[in-house]
């Protein structure tokens, strides 16, 4: 059974500092997803890592996905207030649909 | 494009009363899937569908059930209503089986 950890699970910083946020996964996946959500709101997708290596970036928020190490991380540099939210990996097993397995979330908030 | 859809947005259940929760999409999706988020955990998948006519259980599919009589729409039922079953309730499609899904706005449902 696929299991997905983050941490840390909750993450209060500052403005203008950088953190990381760690997702690992017990069994082998070479899709990972980054999602963001609002209190009471849906999800918002950040980013797609479909393979060993890859790197993403948007803005402040930088994902990368290795898979040897079944690891992914979610880093922001020098962090604004609009970045407070909570950050969703799901790492996807692929078994006649792409069901996606969901760490806790990270609840991130930034102080100014 | 109004994307995914989903109703109510709110609602309140007795234990033992039954309810159907509807998911619509109009980008002509064949998947589609129905997670659960309990309060401050990730999403679980419940049950998913390839296609019309076509269903299958996910990770927690006790106490629910679904169908998929057209492409468009993928009702979530719940025949005997459970303090348990509380919880926020996500619709998502995506167009193949390796595709991105989009979310629904979700239906938060208490059960009292």
């Known amino acids: 059974e696929l299991k997905v950890e983050q941490n840390p699970l909750f993450l209060s910083m500052q403005e203008e500092k950088n953190y990381t946020i760690y997702c690992n996964y017990s069994t082998t996946s070479d899709r990972l997803y980054w999602y963001r959500q609002d209190p009471g709101k849906s999800l918002e997708s950040l980013f797609v890592l479909l393979s060993n290596g890859a790197v993403k970036q948007e803005g402040r928020l930088m994902a990368s996905l290795d898979t040897k190490a079944r690891l992914s991380t979610l880093h922001i540099t020098a962090a604004v207030h609009d970045l407070s939210a909570t950050y969703f990996c799901a790492v996807a097993v692929i078994q006649g649909a792409q069901k996606l397995v969901f760490g806790q979330g990270t609840r991130l908030t930034i102080n100014p | 494009n109004a994307g995914v859809t989903q109703t109510p947005k709110f609602r309140i259940l007795k234990i033992g009363q039954s309810m159907t929760l509807q998911c619509t999409q109009d980008m002509n999706h064949n998947y589609m899937y129905w997670y659960r988020q309990d309060p401050g955990m990730g999403l679980k998948l419940i049950y998913y569908s390839v296609g019309a006519g076509i269903t299958d259980k996910g990770e927690v599919p006790n106490g629910y059930n679904v169908s998929r009589s057209t492409t468009e729409d993928f009702p979530l039922r719940l025949e005997l209503a459970a303090p348990s079953q509380t919880s926020v309730y996500f619709c998502?499609?995506?167009?193949?089986?390796?595709?991105?899904?989009?979310f629904g706005p979700g239906t938060r449902l208490t059960v009292t």
């Open positions: 998502a499609s995506s167009y193949s089986g390796t595709g991105e899904q989009y």
